[in-house]
């Protein structure tokens, strides 16, 4: 089928585009190539399957609403994946703006390339951040997310609301997916892990906050793209007992869903960081500092309603991730060892 991924040469984007090429698929691949972090990195990715037969992407941003408007009319996308968002807890503290612009304005473009142009089902990206303030563990898919901690996190509840609409109004299917802490190569060196690493290497002393009590529910990347894949090839169904007295937050008289995508298994940062420093062969120096203002301190993602309905449950071990990580690491920026 023909699909659209949005965000096709970041992080989660371009590992699920190689695989839909992979089986055969014919992906249209948007990206705005911004330099929130190093763009190197990104025409990395890209240059992985650039030059695919089945392959097209368009330098576009998802707030041109002119752009986005022609990209769909031209391309006429079965199916759409949205990936593309101004990601980061800590940035939209100093920046919330980038934030509406594109998760908020930019989301709006998609639903409505989606509506006027027959797309099949929409899948996007959610985040575990919409949990916010909950502390009941783990996080539920049908549990009430109405307390943000941070722009981020109100963005991505924004867009589950958004979808809710157009899949009510226009019957469009819509499925959102409230990843965990992903992480694994070609991840964005914005986040925790390509942080850590580069400061190891280079001997140099590594930011630990909340004195390293988080707990995160790290998700490999491959994990979160089998899912998104799945996900993807069954369009969000209606919940035909859904009662309006008493509302399941994950289901909907709507063809709208969200599901989490975690590994269930709740890992202790300073673990974490253990399984970083046996990959490299070398301890870590650490700068231990308080809680961030916009972090939670726990993540944990109950996964039994994906598991039920697609047979599926992320399970790669953090040891082995963070391994495939360094490999990638030491490979990609050319440290032996």
Partial sequence: MKVLVTGAAGFIGSALTLNLLSRGDTVIGI????????????????????????????????????????CFKTHKPQRVVNLAAQAGV??????????IDSNIVGFAHILEGCRHNGVEHLVYASSSSVYGANTAMPFSIHQNVDHPLSLYAASKKSNELMAHTYSHLYSLPTTGLRF????GPWGRPDMALFKFT?????????????????????????????????VLDRPAPTNPGWNSD???????SAPWRVYNIGNNQPVELMDYIGALEKALGKK???NMLPLQPGDVPDTYADVDDLVEQFGYKPATPVEDGVAHFI???????GFGG
Wanted: no cysteine.
């Fill in 284 to 286: 870590a120096e650490m």
């Fill in 246 to 252: 008493q509302p399941d937050s994950g289901t909907s």
């Fill in 198 to 230: 580069k400061a190891i290497l280079a001997g140099e002393p590594i930011d630990v906050f909340n004195y390293g009590k988080h707990r995160r529910d790290f998700t490999y990347v491959d994990d979160i793209v089998e899912g998104v894949i799945r």
């Fill in 31 to 70: 990206d705005n190539h911004n330099d929130y972090y190093d763009p190197a990195i990104k025409e990395a990715r890209l240059a992985r399957y650039a030059d695919h037969r089945n392959y097209t992407h368009l330098r576009i941003d998802l707030g041109d609403r002119k752009a986005m408007e022609d």
């Fill in 180 to 183: 965990f802490t992903v992480y």
């Fill in 90 to 99: 800590r940035y939209s503290i100093e920046n919330p703006l980038a934030y």
């Fill in 327 to 333: 490999s990638w690491y030491r490979e990609y920026f």
